[in-house]
């Protein structure tokens, strides 16, 4: 009988979401009349703006015509988009970030996980709590963890609490790490790193030959102009850090797929032999060999983000959104919820009522208010007692949650 690969075994019970739609799923079969408004999972709710679905229909028809047809793509992504990306998310921010170091895929959640592919066994690993939980359970996956113990953490992990009275910043440890997963704006707290806590990890990471994974999902979402959007506005960051991104949120492409991966060639790990090896080198061959491209459809979709046009659609979907935090804050707000994030990122990160843990605060606006959000337990033991929304919902139901909320 095939063997199986055991680390899948000291997975918990289940990852978050889907624990989550296992528990609607039982509600609304046993409430098959009940309105539920789902503010839990990340999913956006707003068409894709029109500037990309015109780029899209455009290559459709581009690809119905002998000359215009595109086959297999270059797995590292088109030019003209890598291109673009860079001279606009990077190059106009300081940031010294060429074409060919950015690599397009089908989203940051996998290359978050991929990447391990070219790290090797042995790395110190450290993660904040809460965290996404994608970054432990791919590690466990990999091998890189031992057993989960009674709070939830796994053997092997260095855990970096993020709460209230740290401003849930991500405070430097004490000892020496080899690799660390941040993400800015926060998912799920909505906290947010200055220039200056990035550049201290920075300092860090050089100090200590450690390599940051920095997760800028949402940094479409910044608020603040004295905010950094990238890892690469740091000096000596190429040196020391990889970075993900992703249209998901930002342009409303969770369900059309395209991210992309900043790798700088700068970038070093050391092989068995004691050698340094170029990390660029390693994602270019994992790329080639494990992944075929994002459709050019999809890309062209992409590189019309970018347009005047399109750059106004996209402001115009982060503002929306970004209303809707600010009402699920000043709403909860009111009726004495301590409440957190919200302002430079889409997620709202509330404190339970006292004596009410975070599953059963999520049972009990399933039930009474039919309104589903996560449970902060659900991101690492630091999130017991508190409770995520998100903003990524219409108007209408962000406001009638708010109301059978504040209800109850």
Same mark, same amino acid.
């Given at each position: 009988?095939?063997? *199986?690969?055991?680390?899948?075994?000291?997975?918990?019970?289940?990852?978050?979401? /889907?624990?989550?739609?296992?528990?609607?799923?039982?509600? %609304?079969?046993?409430?098959?009349? =009940?309105?539920?408004?789902?503010?839990?999972?990340? @999913?956006?709710?707003? /068409?894709?703006?029109?500037?990309?679905?015109? =780029?899209?229909?455009?290559?459709?028809?581009?690809?119905?015509?002998?000359?215009?047809?595109?086959?297999?793509?270059?797995?590292?992504?088109?030019?003209?988009?890598?291109?673009?990306?860079?001279? &606009?998310?990077?190059?106009?921010?300081?940031?010294?970030?060429? /074409?060919?170091?950015?690599?397009?895929?089908?989203?940051?959640?996998?290359?978050? %996980? &991929?990447?391990?592919?070219?790290?090797?066994?042995?790395?110190?690993?450290?993660?904040?709590?809460? *965290?996404?939980? *994608?970054?432990?359970?791919? &590690?466990?996956?990999?091998?890189?963890?031992?057993?989960?113990?009674?709070?939830?953490?796994?053997?092997?992990? $260095?855990?970096?609490?993020?709460?209230?009275?740290?401003?849930?910043?991500?405070?430097?440890? &004490?000892? +020496? *790490?080899?690799?660390?997963?941040?993400?800015?704006?926060?998912? +799920?707290?909505?906290?947010?790193?200055?220039?200056?806590?990035? $550049?201290?990890?920075?300092?860090?990471?050089?100090?200590?030959?450690?390599?940051?994974?920095? @997760?800028?999902?949402?940094?479409?979402?910044?608020?603040?102009?004295?905010? /950094?959007?990238?890892?690469?506005?740091?000096?000596?960051?190429?040196?020391?850090?990889?970075?993900?991104?992703?249209?998901?949120?930002?342009?409303?492409?969770?369900?059309?797929?395209?991210?992309?991966?900043?790798?700088?060639?700068?970038l070093k790990g050391i092989g068995l032999n004691g050698e340094e090896v170029d990390l660029w080198s390693l994602w270019n061959r994992r790329q080639c060999t494990k992944f075929n491209g994002v459709s050019y459809i999809v890309q062209r979709g992409a590189q019309a983000?970018?347009?005047?046009?399109?750059?106004?659609?996209?402001?115009?979907?982060?503002?929306?959104?970004?209303?809707?935090?600010?009402?699920?804050?000043?709403?909860?707000?009111?009726?004495?919820?301590?409440?957190?994030?919200?302002?430079?990122? +889409?997620?709202?990160?509330?404190?339970?009522?006292?004596?009410?843990?975070?599953?059963?605060?999520?049972?009990?606006?399933?039930?009474?208010?039919?309104?589903?959000?996560?449970?902060? $337990?659900?991101?690492?033991?630091?999130?017991?007692?508190?409770?995520?929304?998100?903003?990524?919902? %219409?108007?209408?139901?962000?406001?009638?949650?708010?109301?059978?909320?504040?209800?109850?």
């Amino acid at each position: 009988m095939v063997k *199986v690969n055991e680390n899948y075994l000291k997975l918990k019970a289940g990852y978050l979401f /889907p624990e989550i739609g296992r528990r609607v799923n039982a509600f %609304s079969e046993a409430n098959p009349k =009940a309105d539920l408004i789902r503010l839990g999972i990340g @999913d956006v709710t707003e /068409p894709l703006p029109p500037a990309c679905c015109k =780029a899209m229909q455009a290559a459709v028809e581009e690809m119905s015509t002998q000359n215009g047809f595109h086959g297999y793509g270059p797995e590292q992504g088109y030019f003209w988009l890598r291109e673009t990306i860079a001279k &606009n998310d990077f190059q106009k921010r300081g940031c010294g970030i060429d /074409p060919d170091e950015i690599f397009i895929s089908d989203g940051s959640k996998c290359d978050s %996980s &991929n990447i391990l592919d070219i790290l090797g066994e042995g790395n110190r690993i450290a993660v904040t709590d809460p *965290v996404y939980p *994608v970054y432990v359970d791919s &590690n466990v996956m990999a091998g890189h963890t031992g057993l989960a113990g009674s709070n939830g953490r796994y053997a092997g992990l $260095s855990y970096i609490a993020l709460n209230a009275a740290n401003g849930f910043q991500a405070e430097i440890p &004490n000892d +020496p *790490v080899d690799l660390i997963y941040l993400c800015f704006p926060n998912n +799920p707290t909505g906290a947010v790193a200055t220039k200056q806590h990035l $550049s201290d990890w920075v300092e860090y990471a050089k100090k200590h030959d450690a390599l940051i994974l920095f @997760d800028a999902a949402y940094e479409a979402f910044i608020q603040d102009p004295l905010l /950094p959007h990238s890892i690469f506005e740091i000096d000596g960051a190429k040196d020391c850090a990889i970075e993900f991104r992703s249209f998901s949120k930002n342009a409303g492409f969770t369900g059309t797929r395209c991210a992309l991966t900043v790798i700088p060639k700068s970038l070093k790990g050391i092989g068995l032999n004691g050698e340094e090896v170029d990390l660029w080198s390693l994602w270019n061959r994992r790329q080639c060999t494990k992944f075929n491209g994002v459709s050019y459809i999809v890309q062209r979709g992409a590189q019309a983000i970018y347009s005047l046009e399109g750059r106004s659609q996209v402001n115009s979907l982060v503002s929306f959104y970004m209303e809707n935090a600010e009402i699920i804050r000043n709403q909860l707000a009111k009726v004495g919820f301590e409440v957190y994030g919200g302002k430079n990122a +889409p997620y709202v990160w509330i404190k339970a009522p006292e004596n009410i843990d975070s599953w059963e605060f999520f049972d009990f606006l399933l039930q009474q208010a039919n309104v589903v959000g996560t449970p902060g $337990s659900g991101f690492g033991a630091s999130g017991e007692g508190f409770f995520r929304l998100s903003a990524f919902n %219409s108007r209408e139901n962000v406001e009638e949650a708010m109301r059978r909320i504040t209800r109850i």
